[in-house]
């Protein structure tokens, strides 16, 4: 620690830390224009500079690193004289309208104007950059506000990697441009805003923002994104009941000011005249049921003809009853409840609780069935825990970061700052995958597997590991087991073996078997002492969504144990969960064969605690069915109704003709959510939903942590919270059948009524935190600010950043002897392609909301299909033409894109297109055995040039 004084201050500075960080640091300010906490210090401003004794010119301080025995002046006669020299060469190339100007009120430079007392310049006024550009749906740029900061261009480097903008010209002709002053549109910019966030002046500003008032106008809310599992905190600009913008913040734990483009952008779909707002029910149901539909046909969503609004009374009643009936008739086990990662813990609580206490059955499942169920299987026999070992923040001072299955910058961008950050640090990226994806411009090392082949590529690591001498030894002795059986399993997998199976080159494997074990790192020193750098593991779905995806899971767990590379900051293995709830859905037990918390639904004590809490009787005890063989059973004949809370099954699961098949063969399906849906036409009743802008709550996000969500507008129309409708459905049902003696609450007691009277998500939340040890200590009252980290056990518990530290959450760690696998369909002569699906960057999920806000649906419009260029020319299709896509489940028509983002024998389909809809495409045949999901990564197709349209 550097020890030296500040304007008579003694302060104290961190290794390396600047005299302006020290400052700010301690509550001193200086002033500053091109500062930013997370970039690099460049001085250009020149308003940060400070006297120091025994220096003959004042230095910036930004830049200068402190050292003792320093004495150090941030103000005076000469500093404040030199710093309004700077403001007043500023002000001359600078329209003075404050008064009309959006930023006011918020602009850096307006305030140092003010403080240094410069209302206009000296100096003739001349402006040198006078171009307004407003090129696209997101933000405006209006160069004569620009003060070359840099701001700008660094963060669009330093921290998101995009390079899109960078500072040309010299003197008065210099400005911010992209590459040949291309539109936003054709540049490498991502949209994320990040620019707009640092600008300190109004160069930068969100399009919607622009004319709607100056800053002190506008109301602050603070909540969590409610897009993928990252967990962003957004800050809204909001005036008169409207959200005009949204930011980050600094004390966001997971992201601080930095946001993708849909979280920043993306929250118009809420206020999008497709919402539902009133409940409604097939007109032939209602008659047959007696119900008086409404008559405001209005409110009729488009494509709802065969529908007729009703009220809230009558949609809960038939609903109740139908459930009721059903059981009654056929038994509990008659019916299935899809839950939500969209909706918050509370929701997804009362959801299950409903299913098991109410209705008497374990059919309850959500979508991570069909994302990371396969992690929770793999890293809970490994580990004893199957979520994300480390916090996102590691990730930026990791040494090596191996990244497989995760398009990160597309699916999670904000944790793919963070690896920039790292690669631009000096650490190893490593990226594994059948696709050249964006984060292969920040890696040093790129293994291209064909699809479905990455198993033999681990295996061979694993092998040269182990024959090179790579191995932690003494971690492996200390602190796992069945060491011996998996080393055996993996001594025939040498890398040349692995080349052959998988095309990657065994120099490469062995390169990165070495950089990972290791730690190394590709520049620059680790800030770690172990001998050992530190490396961490980060996948997705790529990973997951196989029909060997436990396998593959087990096998990441085998490499961080193998290599020590875990329990220890940025290290790990850590699954990006998809969407923004999808870890807690699992967490408070959303799925067929745990109760909250990861208990069996066999473990006698569990369902006894549970039911206790339940006011009920019994709890069922077999495990119950999963997503996909719901839609077996419905096809069978033996599932007689589903209730569907926010899940679009018609486009998320695989083989969708099969979906279809099962949905039409119900007898009753209810479905609940925001926006008319594709699963919700084959409804019976639909019924509207708050989302996540509306109500509160709790979502969990990838790094275990749990937050609020806090609404910032109204529901529209009749729409209600999710836990609301939950929980009046549950009183129906519990009178339903307490009056006809089927137990679902203690006999002949009020308690299938009491047991469903929260008044807030907050008392759902301590109910959930008594039967669920791990959320054991959470209570909305702590979550303000960063939140919780899971396990919290007790009420005074801290939280639990980083898993595994001392000890696996099941003692040792278990190794696995795995056997290297293909996928569950192949190519031949009919199929002679391959097809991959996922994400891309402006859309999520099924495309519900992002296709519903403007800025991103401007961005990407229509579903593309990916095809490199020898298999275009093979089949005869044009970069833009209409492609066919063909699989032994079905076919889709879509655009073709040639690109060199996929090699020769692979196509990419994402799946956010009803058009076009990839599951129309994949397979369900052949499930992984333990996790039971389906492979919706790889599957074999043909092509064809489709006949143009028009």
Known sequence: MAR?????RAVEAAPGATILETALANGIDIPRLCHHPDLKPTGSCRLCLVEIDGRPAPASSCG??????????????????????VIDLLVSDHPLTCVTCDKNGACDLQTYAYEFGVSETSYGVELSRATRLDDNAFFVRDYQYCILCGKCTRVCDEVVGANAIEIVGRGFGARVATP???PMAESGCVFCGSCVQVCPTAALLPRLRVGQGRDWEFTRKRTTCGYCGVGCGIELSMRNGKIFSASGFHDAPANGEFLCVKGRYGWDFATSPDRLTTPIARREIAVARGIQPLNDAGTLPKGADEFAPISWDDALDLIADRLVEIVKRDGPNAVAGLASARCTNEENYLFQRLMRASLGTNNVDHCARLCHSSSVTGL??????????????????????????????ESHPVIGYEVVR???????????????IPMVEHATLFLQPRPGTDGYVFQAMMHAIIAEGWADEEFIGERTEGYESFAASVAAMTPEAAELASGVPADLVVQAARAFSLGERASGTSQYADPRGHATILYAMGITQRSNGTDLVRT????????????KPSTGVNPLRGQSNVQGACDVGALPNVLPGYRAVTDQTARDTAAAAWKSPSLPIDEGLTVVEMTHAAIAGTLRAIYVMGENPMLSDPNLSHVEEGLRALEFLAVQDIFFSETAALAHVVLPAASWLEKDGTFTSTERRIQMIHPALPAPGEARPDWAIVSELGRRIDARRNKHGAGGADAGSNAGI??????????IMDELASVTPIYGGVRHTRLNGAGLVWPCSTIDHPGTPRLHETRFTRGLGRF?????GGPAETTDDEYPLYLTTGRILYHYHTGTMTRRSVGLDWREPRGYAEISADDAQNAGVRDGGPIVIRSRRGQVRTQARVTDRVPTGTLFLSFHWRESPANALTQDFRLDPIAKIPEYKVCAVRIESARERG
Do not use: H, Y
């Open 4 to 8: 030296f004084t500040i304007d008579g």
């Open 64 to 85: 200068l690193v402190a050292a003792d025995g320093m004495v150090v002046r941030t103000r005076g006669d000469r500093l404040t004289a030199l710093r309004r020299d």
């Open 180 to 182: 040949f002053d291309v």
């Open 380 to 409: 809970g026999e490994a580990f004893g825990s199957g979520a994300m070992t480390n916090p996102i923040r590691d990730i930026r001072d990791a040494d090596c970061v191996l990244i497989t299955g995760s398009n990160t910058l």
């Open 422 to 436: 790292a690669s631009k640090a000096g650490a190893n990226v490593i990226v594994i995958d059948p696709r050249r």
């Open 556 to 567: 990441l767990a085998n490499l961080s144990m193998l290599t020590g590379q875990i329990g």
């Open 754 to 763: 009491e047991r469903w009277d929260f008044v807030d998500p907050s008392a």
């Open 816 to 820: 696995s002897a795995v056997p290297p």
